[in-house]
């Protein structure tokens, strides 16, 4: 739910990523499954002017095994997350490669990549491939063990591209996940090409512009989104033409110089042959 407390008449968006999968103060989800776990952002606007935007972080779990329940956060690279936790006694953070931490009630620890905010919550920050895998949270009560999933969208090639050009986009996750599909889409048209994680285009003019990868879950609900921009350059094509634009001037001015000489020369030889006035 986004409270809103002075009364106005806004309008409430909700977000997944950047695409809108909702409005209205409340969404409600049913059936919801582990996917569903991770951001979710309300918007709230007043005469189509943002006036605030707050980001909601939550757990879906899939279950309890040995007293651990189990979660993922799906994320784009670039992104900060936060990772809910139980504000409980003797509250720990476990990661074995990036992050063994305690604090103490009250205190906010940070070493710049990973913050404990003072409700235990773990926030990430600037999310890269090396940062995914399993965060743990322990209590004296229970354990929750959160499975932090980058997700990465790549253009090839990366410079600018020419008409008639193979252009491939690629859509992956640092973790395989059952039942997510992926979808690409263009932001501006919004036209939408394929349902597979992989894209080649031969690039248009029309194809210019931001993709936009789109992951589902099984029911169909957005995950996230993560984006790749196709910009147009100078392809081979157009450098050949400058080449021989150059060749054919350089040869130009090879032959006018050659004239050129070719005149001196000729004017100097019929001034020598003139006899002399006496």
């Known amino acids: 739910m986004c409270r809103i ?6 309008e409430v968006e909700w977000m997944r990523g950047k695409l809108s999968v909702g409005k209205g103060k409340e969404m409600k989800l049913s059936q919801t499954e582990i996917t569903d776990g991770g951001q979710w952002t309300c918007i709230v606007s007043t ?34 997350i936060t990772l809910p936790c139980l504000n409980d006694r003797g509250t720990q953070w476990y990661n074995v490669k990036k992050l063994q931490s ?11 990549k990973f913050t404990i905010t003072e409700d235990f919550s773990l926030t990430i920050s600037d999310v890269r491939p090396k940062d995914t895998g399993h965060y743990e949270c ?29 252009v491939t986009l690629n859509c992956d996750l640092s973790h395989p996940v059952p039942g997510v599909t992926f979808r690409w889409r263009h932001e501006t048209s919004d036209r939408d090409v394929t349902n597979q994680s992989s894209l080649t285009l031969s690039f248009a003019p029309e194809d210019a512009g931001t993709w936009m990868c789109v992951l589902y879950g099984e029911s169909g609900r957005v995950i996230t989104t993560t984006s790749q921009i196709i910009t147009t350059g100078q392809g081979p094509q157009h450098c050949m033409i400058f080449i021989w634009i150059f ?11 050659t004239l050129l000489i070719w005149c001196l020369l000729k004017k100097k030889g019929m001034n020598q042959k003139k006899p002399r006035n006496k």
């Open 247 to 257: 060749v054919a001037y350089v040869l130009l001015l090879a032959i006018v110089s």
């Open 47 to 80: 005469m189509n002017k943002t006036r605030l935007t707050i980001n909601h972080f939550i757990n879906v779990y899939q279950g309890s095994r040995d007293g651990v329940k189990r979660s993922i956060f799906i994320t784009p690279v670039k992104s900060n």
């Open 5 to 10: 407390s002075d009364g106005s008449e806004s």
């Open 102 to 112: 305690r604090k103490k009630d009250g205190e906010e620890q940070t070493n710049g």
């Open 138 to 166: 322990r209590s004296d009560r229970v354990t929750f063990d959160i499975l932090v999933i980058a997700v990465t969208a790549q253009v090839t090639p990366k410079n600018g591209v020419s008409e008639g050009t193979a």
